[in-house]
């Protein structure tokens, strides 16, 4: 199966959608979606959201990025 094209901020707002579905109880989390050369792209966390992360939140964040890694690309 094709991996869907998705921009950066499409992402990263399906992303924090996710989040938010699943439960989460993250506080507003600014995020960004970048380039990875290992895995293709990567969600990256601003400093002022992560000193309010759990390990749990983080945890969580990776459960998503992985799902969402399946099916999705960077388009470039």
Known sequence: MA???I???ELGWLILEKLK???SRTPRLTLAVVPDN???WRAVVA???RRFLTAENER??????NRLRL???LRS
């Open 3 to 5: 991996k869907q094209r």
């Open 7 to 9: 921009s950066s901020v």
């Open 21 to 23: 579905d699943g439960g």
């Open 38 to 40: 290992k895995r293709g």
């Open 47 to 49: 400093a002022s959201s």
């Open 60 to 65: 969580e964040l990776i459960a998503v990025q």
């Open 71 to 73: 099916k999705y690309e």
